[in-house]
Protein backbone atom coordinates (compact mmCIF):
# COMPACT_ATOMS: atom_id res chain seq x y z
CA UNK A 1 0.00 0.00 0.00
CA UNK A 2 1.33 3.73 -0.35
CA UNK A 3 3.33 4.87 2.34
CA UNK A 4 2.96 7.97 4.36
CA UNK A 5 5.69 9.20 6.39
CA UNK A 6 6.37 11.90 8.94
CA UNK A 7 9.24 13.93 10.29
CA UNK A 8 10.27 13.86 13.23
CA UNK A 9 8.78 11.04 15.31
CA UNK A 10 10.02 12.45 18.56
CA UNK A 11 10.61 16.15 19.78
CA UNK A 12 11.14 17.82 22.80
CA UNK A 13 11.02 21.34 23.37
CA UNK A 14 10.98 24.36 25.60
CA UNK A 15 8.19 26.57 25.98
CA UNK A 16 7.59 29.27 23.74
CA UNK A 17 9.43 27.86 20.96
CA UNK A 18 7.78 26.65 17.76
CA UNK A 19 7.83 22.94 16.48
CA UNK A 20 7.37 22.05 12.66
CA UNK A 21 6.23 18.21 11.74
CA UNK A 22 6.27 17.31 8.25
CA UNK A 23 3.93 15.10 7.23
CA UNK A 24 4.61 13.14 3.54
CA UNK A 25 3.43 10.79 0.83
CA UNK A 26 6.10 8.98 -0.50
CA UNK A 27 4.46 7.16 -3.66
CA UNK A 28 1.58 9.02 -4.66
CA UNK A 29 0.48 12.52 -4.18
CA UNK A 30 -2.20 13.97 -2.01
CA UNK A 31 -4.27 17.28 -2.66
CA UNK A 32 -5.72 16.79 0.76
CA UNK A 33 -4.17 15.83 4.25
CA UNK A 34 -5.48 15.41 7.68
CA UNK A 35 -3.96 15.68 11.10
CA UNK A 36 -4.79 14.51 13.79
CA UNK A 37 -4.30 15.12 17.90
CA UNK A 38 -4.13 12.18 19.83
CA UNK A 39 -4.06 12.54 23.82
CA UNK A 40 -2.45 9.66 26.10
CA UNK A 41 -5.12 6.79 25.78
CA UNK A 42 -7.52 8.69 23.99
CA UNK A 43 -9.19 8.27 20.71
CA UNK A 44 -7.53 10.61 17.67
CA UNK A 45 -9.90 13.95 17.06
CA UNK A 46 -8.92 15.66 14.17
CA UNK A 47 -7.55 19.19 13.85
CA UNK A 48 -7.40 20.48 10.34
CA UNK A 49 -7.71 19.68 7.22
CA UNK A 50 -4.52 20.69 4.45
CA UNK A 51 -5.40 21.08 1.08
CA UNK A 52 -2.58 21.73 -1.67
CA UNK A 53 -2.65 25.38 -3.10
CA UNK A 54 -4.93 27.02 -0.51
CA UNK A 55 -6.03 27.22 3.05
CA UNK A 56 -6.36 24.60 5.94
CA UNK A 57 -9.89 23.93 7.22
CA UNK A 58 -9.78 23.77 10.97
CA UNK A 59 -12.36 21.40 13.12
CA UNK A 60 -14.23 23.55 15.72
CA UNK A 61 -11.78 24.84 18.71
CA UNK A 62 -8.60 24.27 17.08
CA UNK A 63 -6.58 27.40 16.86
CA UNK A 64 -5.25 28.48 12.91
CA UNK A 65 -2.95 30.51 14.52
CA UNK A 66 -1.67 28.33 17.30
CA UNK A 67 -1.57 25.61 14.81
CA UNK A 68 -0.16 26.69 10.91
CA UNK A 69 -0.17 24.07 8.42
CA UNK A 70 1.45 24.57 5.02
CA UNK A 71 0.48 22.44 2.46
CA UNK A 72 3.59 23.32 -0.10
CA UNK A 73 3.18 20.41 -2.35
CA UNK A 74 1.67 17.30 -3.88
CA UNK A 75 3.68 15.37 -1.38
CA UNK A 76 4.20 17.37 1.57
CA UNK A 77 2.12 19.37 4.78
CA UNK A 78 3.90 20.58 7.44
CA UNK A 79 1.96 21.75 10.74
CA UNK A 80 3.68 24.12 12.96
CA UNK A 81 3.06 24.30 16.53
CA UNK A 82 3.72 27.82 17.64
CA UNK A 83 4.45 28.79 20.37
CA UNK A 84 4.32 25.57 22.09
CA UNK A 85 3.20 25.27 25.79
CA UNK A 86 3.35 21.90 27.80
CA UNK A 87 -0.90 21.62 26.80
CA UNK A 88 0.13 20.98 23.56
CA UNK A 89 2.28 18.16 24.37
CA UNK A 90 0.35 15.08 22.22
CA UNK A 91 0.68 12.66 19.67
CA UNK A 92 0.31 14.34 16.17
CA UNK A 93 -0.23 12.00 13.26
CA UNK A 94 -1.34 13.06 9.77
CA UNK A 95 -2.91 10.78 6.95
CA UNK A 96 -3.36 11.40 3.63
CA UNK A 97 -5.87 9.51 1.04
CA UNK A 98 -4.74 8.21 -2.17
CA UNK A 99 -6.62 8.19 -5.37
CA UNK A 100 -9.29 5.66 -3.99
CA UNK A 101 -9.94 7.59 -0.98
CA UNK A 102 -8.47 5.19 1.03
CA UNK A 103 -6.49 6.63 4.03
CA UNK A 104 -2.59 6.16 5.17
CA UNK A 105 -1.72 7.05 8.30
CA UNK A 106 2.15 8.09 8.63
CA UNK A 107 3.86 7.04 12.12
CA UNK A 108 2.88 10.13 14.38
CA UNK A 109 5.05 12.31 15.80
CA UNK A 110 5.45 12.49 19.81
CA UNK A 111 5.95 15.80 20.74
CA UNK A 112 6.65 16.91 24.63
CA UNK A 113 6.76 20.19 25.64
CA UNK A 114 8.75 21.39 29.01
CA UNK B 1 -23.76 11.26 22.14
CA UNK B 2 -20.50 10.54 20.34
CA UNK B 3 -20.73 9.28 16.29
CA UNK B 4 -18.76 6.23 17.35
CA UNK B 5 -18.94 4.54 20.59
CA UNK B 6 -16.88 1.49 21.98
CA UNK B 7 -16.46 0.36 25.23
CA UNK B 8 -13.03 1.46 26.80
CA UNK B 9 -11.64 -1.97 27.86
CA UNK B 10 -11.71 -5.83 27.23
CA UNK B 11 -9.68 -8.92 28.89
CA UNK B 12 -9.71 -11.96 27.32
CA UNK B 13 -7.65 -14.86 28.34
CA UNK B 14 -4.75 -15.93 25.92
CA UNK B 15 -6.18 -18.41 23.36
CA UNK B 16 -10.20 -17.06 23.13
CA UNK B 17 -11.49 -15.30 21.24
CA UNK B 18 -12.21 -11.24 21.66
CA UNK B 19 -15.32 -9.54 20.77
CA UNK B 20 -14.80 -5.74 20.40
CA UNK B 21 -18.20 -3.74 19.69
CA UNK B 22 -18.89 -0.43 18.19
CA UNK B 23 -21.74 1.28 17.62
CA UNK B 24 -22.41 4.56 15.35
CA UNK B 25 -25.58 7.08 14.70
CA UNK B 26 -24.25 7.86 10.99
CA UNK B 27 -25.69 5.56 8.52
CA UNK B 28 -24.24 7.54 5.43
CA UNK B 29 -20.88 5.91 6.42
CA UNK B 30 -19.14 4.47 3.20
CA UNK B 31 -16.75 2.16 4.51
CA UNK B 32 -16.20 1.00 7.91
CA UNK B 33 -12.36 0.08 9.15
CA UNK B 34 -10.72 -1.40 12.04
CA UNK B 35 -7.54 -0.19 13.04
CA UNK B 36 -4.59 -1.47 15.85
CA UNK B 37 -2.66 0.72 17.69
CA UNK B 38 0.32 -0.64 19.73
CA UNK B 39 2.12 1.47 22.60
CA UNK B 40 3.98 4.49 21.20
CA UNK B 41 2.87 3.34 17.77
CA UNK B 42 0.99 4.45 14.72
CA UNK B 43 -1.75 3.14 13.51
CA UNK B 44 -2.02 -0.40 11.66
CA UNK B 45 -5.32 -1.00 9.35
CA UNK B 46 -6.35 -4.21 10.38
CA UNK B 47 -9.35 -4.78 8.18
CA UNK B 48 -12.65 -2.66 6.34
CA UNK B 49 -15.75 -3.73 5.31
CA UNK B 50 -17.77 -2.04 3.10
CA UNK B 51 -20.91 -0.77 3.96
CA UNK B 52 -23.40 -3.26 1.68
CA UNK B 53 -21.89 -6.16 3.44
CA UNK B 54 -23.27 -7.93 6.04
CA UNK B 55 -19.75 -10.13 7.05
CA UNK B 56 -15.72 -10.00 6.17
CA UNK B 57 -13.46 -12.93 7.25
CA UNK B 58 -9.40 -12.48 6.90
CA UNK B 59 -7.54 -15.23 8.92
CA UNK B 60 -8.12 -15.06 12.35
CA UNK B 61 -10.47 -11.55 12.10
CA UNK B 62 -13.95 -11.83 11.44
CA UNK B 63 -16.15 -8.50 11.07
CA UNK B 64 -20.11 -8.40 11.11
CA UNK B 65 -21.87 -5.74 10.11
CA UNK B 66 -25.44 -4.97 11.22
CA UNK B 67 -26.80 -1.89 9.15
CA UNK B 68 -29.95 -1.94 10.74
CA UNK B 69 -28.85 -1.48 14.08
CA UNK B 70 -25.91 0.49 13.41
CA UNK B 71 -23.85 -2.17 14.95
CA UNK B 72 -19.83 -3.47 14.12
CA UNK B 73 -18.19 -6.06 15.89
CA UNK B 74 -14.31 -7.67 15.29
CA UNK B 75 -13.47 -10.67 16.50
CA UNK B 76 -10.41 -12.18 17.02
CA UNK B 77 -10.08 -15.93 16.92
CA UNK B 78 -7.30 -17.27 19.46
CA UNK B 79 -6.33 -14.31 20.65
CA UNK B 80 -2.53 -14.02 21.44
CA UNK B 81 -0.46 -11.97 23.54
CA UNK B 82 0.73 -10.02 20.51
CA UNK B 83 -2.88 -8.63 20.00
CA UNK B 84 -2.72 -6.29 22.97
CA UNK B 85 -3.82 -2.46 21.82
CA UNK B 86 -6.27 -0.45 21.01
CA UNK B 87 -8.88 -0.92 18.87
CA UNK B 88 -10.22 1.63 16.77
CA UNK B 89 -13.35 1.82 14.99
CA UNK B 90 -13.21 4.25 12.43
CA UNK B 91 -16.11 5.06 9.66
CA UNK B 92 -15.68 6.91 6.39
CA UNK B 93 -18.00 9.25 4.75
CA UNK B 94 -16.61 10.84 1.07
CA UNK B 95 -13.37 11.68 2.14
CA UNK B 96 -13.15 11.96 6.19
CA UNK B 97 -12.47 9.59 8.82
CA UNK B 98 -14.38 9.68 12.41
CA UNK B 99 -12.51 7.55 15.56
CA UNK B 100 -14.18 5.78 17.80
CA UNK B 101 -12.80 6.52 21.26
CA UNK B 102 -10.79 3.08 21.23
CA UNK B 103 -11.08 -0.28 23.04
CA UNK B 104 -8.17 -1.20 25.09
CA UNK B 105 -7.62 -5.00 24.31
CA UNK B 106 -5.79 -6.78 27.15
CA UNK B 107 -4.70 -10.36 26.91
CA UNK B 108 -4.13 -12.14 29.80
CA UNK B 109 -1.79 -15.64 30.28
Known amino acids: GAVVSQHPSRVICKSGTSVKIECRSL??????MFWYRQFPKQSLMLMAT?????????EQGVEKDKFLINHASLTLSTLTVTSAHPEDSSFYIC??????????FGPGTRLTVL | GEDVEQSLFLSVREGDSSVINCTYTDSSSTYLYWYKQEPGAGLQLLTY?????DMKQDQRLTVLLNKKDKHLSLRIADTQTGDSAIYFCVRRTARQLTFGSGTQLTVLP
Open chain 1, 95 to 104: SAPDDSNEQF
Open chain 1, 27 to 32: DFQATT
Open chain 1, 50 to 58: SNEGSKATY
Open chain 2, 49 to 53: IFSNM
